[in-house]
Structure formats: C-alpha cells, structure tokens
C-alpha cells in the first residue's frame, strides 16, 4: 500500500550517509545507495513501450541486453494505430480497433466511449457534414443525456453546428489538436489498465511523487525546507 508522503519525516546524517525515515513510532534506517543501471533501464523501456515506440524500443534492447517484453509488440503496434487514429480524428475506427483489442472497455468506460464518438462529430462538423453529424449525434451522442454530467458537453457540442465557422466559435477548443490528444492519450491508458498494465509511465509516477514529497516538505519547513519542486528548474540544472 502507498504510504502518504506526509506520514514520512526525512532526517539525513551527513556524517554517515543515512537517512532516517519516522514513521509513527517505528525507525528504519536504510543507507544511501547509488542509482542501479537496471532501474534506469526500466524507467526509460516504461516510457518507450507506454507511448509505442517500437523501433526505439528494439535498439534500446540490443545496446542494454535487457530482457524482451513478453507480446509487446504486437500489442504496441494495435496501441500505436489506435491512438493514431484518436489522433487524426478517425473515432470510428479507434473504436472498433478498441472493441477488438480490449473486449468490453468502452461498454464499461461510458466516457472515454462518449470522447470517441464526439471526435467523430467534430470531424462531420469541421467538414460541413452538419446534416449527418446531427444524425449522428441524436442516434449515437443522445442515449447519453441520461446522465446529467453528459448533458453541458452534449450542449456545447451541439452548439458547434449553430455557427459557419465552428473554429471561430467559443468552444473552438473541441475541434483542437490538444483535444484529441488529451482522448486519445486518455484512450492509451485505458487500453494499458484494461490488460493489467501501468496507465502512466514509471517516469510520471516518478515526478508525481517527488512533486509531492518536496510539497509536503516545503510546507511543513516553511523556512528551512527545500523550494517547491519546479520540472523545468530540474531540466535546466
């Protein structure tokens, strides 16, 4: 079980390179060790397999000699068309990659399921389809007003056809490229969970949780505690 960062005080004795770890009552001592290669290793096959780059994948492989992942090609390469196709707008076919490759994920992910069919509107709307994106919209995008968090992205939706030139329009946002990545990045970690996978990268859990840590401590040292963690600070230093 994760342990919340605000239950640790960090106390390090320069003298003797420990740190010592509160926890409640109870103090473990555990000695400054460097970075093993492996972890690296692992960190960075984590972000190559996650975000589907195969070829890089295969070339990191041959100069570490790590260990092949087991079938992950072929799941990377359905992956990669799939947020590919997120990507581009071509919602209709994301989903029926989807439903081949994860059986039943969007029947129980109700709005990732709803992200997909509203980019296939989008794209009707964006090419002056408007007759068949509002048929679309009552067949496929209507079932979902049922639910009352549905019901303002059905209306901001629907609004895109009221205007000429939907990119001019307030919720332009919706036909942007950021739109469709945040689905289709939002559609990848469904996918990873769904196969009992890691839904974000050790990379992302790794500055999650230093973010946090160096927050709590900040807070709790107002004075003496280190400056909140900055990612672009640590970049540059």
Not at 168 to 188: C, G, I
Not at 221 to 227: A, E, L, Q, S, T
Request: aromatic share 8%.
């Amino acid at each position: 079980m994760d342990i919340d960062p605000r239950q640790f005080e960090h106390v390090l004795c320069p003298s003797s390179g420990l740190i010592f770890l509160h926890f409640g009552a109870s103090i473990s001592i555990c000695l400054l060790q460097a970075v093993n290669d492996n972890d690296i290793h692992n960190i960075v096959m984590s972000y190559l397999v996650h975000n589907c780059f195969k070829e890089t994948v295969e070339s990191f492989i041959a100069c570490t000699g790590m260990k092949q992942p087991s079938d992950y090609l072929e799941d990377m390469e359905k992956r990669k068309k799939i947020f590919q196709f997120a990507l581009e707008g071509n919602a209709l076919m994301a989903i029926e990659l989807t439903e081949q490759l994860a059986t039943n994920l969007l029947e129980k992910n109700k709005d990732l399921h709803f992200d997909l069919l509203s980019l296939h509107f989008v794209e009707l709307v964006c090419s002056r389809k408007c007759t068949e994106a509002l048929e679309f919209a009552q067949t496929k995008l209507a079932p979902f007003d049922k639910e009352q968090k549905y019901v303002e992205k059905l209306e901001d939706f629907m609004a895109l056809l009221a205007y000429e030139e939907p990119e001019k329009s307030p919720m332009f946002h919706l036909l942007s490229l950021e739109y469709r990545q945040h689905v289709a990045e939002s559609l990848n970690r469904a996918i990873l969970a769904h196969a009992n996978h890691p839904s974000y990268t050790a990379m992302e859990r790794l500055i999650q949780q230093t973010t946090v840590v160096r927050q709590c401590l900040n807070q709790e040292h107002v004075k003496d505690g280190p400056p909140p963690f900055s990612l672009k600070d640590f970049l540059k230093s």
